[in-house]
């Protein structure tokens, strides 16, 4: 196959000529001016080509087509770094060709076609796409329309657009309407509307499998919906830590070559209830109180966090409880070993051999779901009983403008596990150095009153309250099983009706008081939890990490040097 896709011919760009070659994965030009001792090359992957078109095209600011009949225009993926954030901005790069004959143009317009489909087996071809036209500065519509749209359109993709009306549509959309047909999820928002996206899509999932999400010690069935993320959001935490950047094209070309990156996902649990889903950020404490206060500001847009975040700070807060956690492998990796979780990430990937053994390629990689309950020897629960400032959770690094290396720069974003961040109650001041810490690249786990643990799974209990109904419930994760999706009740957040959830969140109401407001005297003994972005209305909750739940259209963050290292040897690797 890889010899039959292969052509090479002289063609002009402008009014220089060069030797153009495809080859299996790459479609190479070098100007074949001899006068030139600096011959450049420009190679671009082939599975980065975002479309060919026959004679001369534009398509920004408008589509313009001079349909000259020995022209083509090959569009393709051009990176550039930037300066305030981790990952590489990716723009659209257009080089028009020039051919001898029209024979020869056609052969080049079919021959770089079909190798495009060859290369990239999960370019989608329809997507579905929801718009959260409320989200972040409000713009998410008009970003849609200006700059993903028309790329989407030259890429051949055809989309059904939703501009949500009411919070919680996308997320009802897909649990319950027809998605026969649809290769992708499209989120215009932040990452509330992601969340959305992401309960409906693994809902849906396990409706269709039936699998109860309820039970934490079921293995729940991955998803083969991708999701990508168009960032029009206030922190679109998820977006930044899963590609170092916030920008829409950059997010819509990675959507459009179909990359795939796998993500871990935290579930979170009440008695035997399923509350939420997280990939981000499960937190107690300042997390949970900045929240909690941003919400009474929501119309201050972005900066509200800010806001509140300063306001909490000052309150000087800390929380008694109990945190269990059921530690990972330290064998595989630790988050302290300064590494970061890059484009094709070797703990990631060795992940997914253990997570699905008998995939050997991306287009099986679900083929291995192994049953419903989680085969995986447990090991040893530790306990800790103290005052905090915050208990976090997180699967990912969680970085974002903000915090640029996130939460726990060295999280994985498919490993199967999370980082659990205890900060015992201090000085204020030394818990503002730790707060600042997380705006540098300075070690912000390198404090007397800091913890991180890689975990698997994690039980909080508030200070004086028994573990004995979380005992009885869950027991360990294993013995709770039941085996599937028998006796199966609505898992929460999935729709409003969900009475066990209800009963329970009316029984915990007795014993949480609710947050003081900040000009009380008496600081309050609870705190809530935010469940990225989301306040949850229970405190005794009971978390385990699903790995490789669900795939978006991203490929991690990518490494600036090893770009670099690639420009070197072709002159120039990603543009004209
Ligand atoms: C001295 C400067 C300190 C700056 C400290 C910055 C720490 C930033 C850490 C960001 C962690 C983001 C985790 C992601 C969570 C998302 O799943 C979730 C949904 O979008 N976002 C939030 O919950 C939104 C959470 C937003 C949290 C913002 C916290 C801002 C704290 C500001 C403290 C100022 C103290 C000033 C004292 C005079
Ligand atoms: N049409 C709508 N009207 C009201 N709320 C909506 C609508 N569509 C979606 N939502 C809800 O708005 C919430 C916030 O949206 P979104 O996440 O897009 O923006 P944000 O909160 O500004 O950003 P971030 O979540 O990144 O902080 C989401 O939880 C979503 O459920
Ligand atoms: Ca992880």
New binding site residues.
């Given amino acids: 196959m890889e010899t039959d896709l292969r052509l090479e011919s002289s063609l002009w760009v402008g009014n220089k000529r060069y030797l153009a070659v495809l080859t299996g994965w790459h479609f190479k030009w070098t100007e074949t001016d001899k006068k030139n001792r600096d011959k450049k090359t420009v190679s671009v992957p082939v599975a980065e080509v975002v479309g060919v078109e026959e004679g001369r095209v534009e398509i920004l600011p408008r589509k313009s087509v001079e349909d000259t009949d020995k022209d083509f225009t090959v569009f393709y993926v051009k990176r550039s770094s930037t300066r305030n954030s981790y990952g590489l901005l990716w723009r659209l790069g257009r080089t028009q060709f020039s051919c001898p004959s029209r024979v020869l143009r056609d052969q080049w317009t079919k021959q770089l076609k079909t190798a495009v489909k060859t290369h990239s087996p999960l370019r989608p071809h329809r997507l579905l796409v929801f718009i959260n036209p409320y989200g972040g500065k409000k713009k998410g519509r008009q970003l849609y329309h200006s700059l993903v749209a028309p790329l989407f359109e030259l890429a051949d993709i055809s989309s059904h657009v939703i501009v949500t009306e009411r919070a919680n549509q996308a997320r009802d959309h897909l649990l319950k309407k027809d998605l026969t047909g649809f290769d992708g999820v499209v989120c215009v928002g932040?990452?509330?509307m992601f969340s959305e996206i992401l309960h409906g899509v693994i809902g849906r999932t396990q409706q269709e499998a039936g699998v109860c999400e309820n039970n934490p010690a079921v293995t729940l069935q991955p998803c083969p919906l991708h999701i990508g993320i168009i960032p029009a959001?206030?922190?679109d935490?998820v977006c930044y830590a899963t590609g170092g950047v916030i920008d829409p094209v950059t997010s819509a070309l990675h959507i459009i070559v179909g990359d795939s990156q796998p993500l871990d996902v935290c579930s979170v649990h009440y008695g035997s209830g399923l509350v939420r889903y997280s990939v981000?950020?499960v937190g107690y404490g300042f997390?949970g109180d900045?929240?909690s206060e941003s919400e009474k500001h929501r119309w201050m847009g972005p900066v509200r966090?800010?806001y509140s975040?300063?306001l909490v700070?000052?309150s000087n807060r800390s929380y008694a409880g109990t945190v269990h956690y059921l530690p990972a492998d330290p064998l595989l990796s630790s988050p302290r070993d300064k590494t970061r979780c890059l484009s094709g990430c070797g703990v990631c990937a060795r992940s997914t051999e253990r997570l699905f053994p008998n995939s050997s390629d991306s287009g099986s990689l679900y083929s291995s779901y192994s049953g419903q309950l989680s085969t995986e020897s447990e090991g040893e629960w530790v306990t800790v009983e103290g005052r905090f400032k915050c208990v976090s959770l997180t699967c990912m690094s969680?970085s974002?403008a903000?915090?640029p290396l996130?939460?726990s720069p060295s999280a994985h974003l498919a490993d199967g596990t999370g980082d659990l961040i205890l900060v015992w109650n201090t000085h204020p001041l030394s818990f503002?150095k730790f707060?600042?810490r997380?705006?540098n690249s300075q070690d912000r786990f390198d404090f007397p009153f800091v913890e991180v643990h890689r975990v698997k799974a994690v039980r909080f209990c508030l200070a004086g309250a028994t573990e004995e109904g979380e005992h009885e419930e869950f027991g360990s994760l294993s013995a709770a099983a039941d085996g599937g999706a028998s006796g199966c009740v609505d898992a929460g957040g999935r729709n409003g009706s969900q009475p066990h959830l209800e009963q329970m969140r009316n029984e915990e109401k007795t014993v949480t008081p609710f947050m003081c407001c900040l000009c009380c005297r008496k600081a309050p003994d609870v705190s809530v939890w935010?469940c990225?972005?989301e306040i949850l209305p229970f405190t005794n909750i009971s978390c385990k990490i699903h790995g490789q739940l669900v795939r978006l259209y991203a490929r991690g963050i990518e490494d600036i040097a090893s770009i670099r290292s690639c420009s070197q040897e072709t002159g120039d690797c990603c543009g004209t």
């Fill in positions: 932040g990452d509330g959001g206030s922190t935490c981000s950020l997390y900045v929240l966090y800010d975040g300063t700070y000052l969680s974002c903000r915090s996130g939460l503002l707060l600042h997380h705006t935010n990225d972005g």
